[in-house]
């Protein structure tokens, strides 16, 4: 008989230790890039009202994961949908279950750690000012991450409702909240874009010389205008946002001229890509990838064993 792991919400946020889901990101990447893990296409099983997805990933060396995922009209939010699941981590060598935790906060910090990670790597190293565009959980999580990690480098937060705006922008101790998001955006260094749009929010003409701006959200339309798509040099996690539709795919790498090329952001963190060149604009689109699930689990899981956490329940 074994034991699992249970680790409630409030746990599983305790347990993701920022600057070690950082590196474990990046392993990650990296290990995507050098095509080291196994990650199928994502499958979901669909009702009237919603669906649940099935993503399971195995990165060597930070373990055997799946994550389920339900995603469901939000009445108390028109127009807007719910995302609620579970984690399981399994050991890699025996297939034991070894924990379950909760999806959102994991979600959250790893995927603001992947753009945070393709900053560093893209962004020019005299980037200055960030702008952070949304004002919902990935917003938050990502502002909450800069903070952790560089408090002083100040962020201008922008979104429709200037109230959550100024809820994110409190979240970091140099941050503000912008007019708009034209004001946040023009002169930033880097962008951070975040928002559920079904439309662009993000104009080319706002962005300077020399911008990196990292697009995590457009699950249901595009964030950025064709434009900006169409002057930067591309990034992403996987080649297969580019080459998978929608929602597995990213909207806004759609039917790329066949010139075009998305380099991985593994493939720079590792050395095999140079990354920036001079004052380009770069663009890292995130669409999400299960190898990042299963190292966030890996750090929820060490942490919360080293401080005593969770409640182990018999299998």
Known sequence: ???????????????????RVLDAVATALVAIGRDEVS???RIAAHTPHGLLGAMPGHV???GLAAKLVSVFADPARPGRSSH???VALFDETDGRPLALMDAEPLTEIRTAATATLS???????DAGRVAVVGTGAQARAQTALLAALDPETPVLVAGRDPGRAGSVAALHPAGRVAESIEEAVRGAGTVFCCTGAVRPVIRRAWLAPGTHVSSVGGSHGPELDADTVRDATLFAEWHGAATTRPPSGAHELQDLPP???VALLGSVLGGEHPGRRDDELTLFK?????ALDVAAAHVADAVARAEGWGTRVAM
């Open 1 to 19: 008989m074994s034991e699992i792991l249970f680790l409630d919400g409030a746990q599983t946020r305790a347990a993701l230790e920022p600057r």
């Open 39 to 41: 990650v199928p296409p």
């Open 60 to 62: 060597p060396g930070l």
């Open 84 to 86: 609620r699941g579970i």
């Open 119 to 125: 900053a560093r790597a893209l962004a020019r190293p």
């Open 259 to 261: 010139e075009r090329s």
């Open 286 to 290: 995130s669409t999400g990838h299960a």
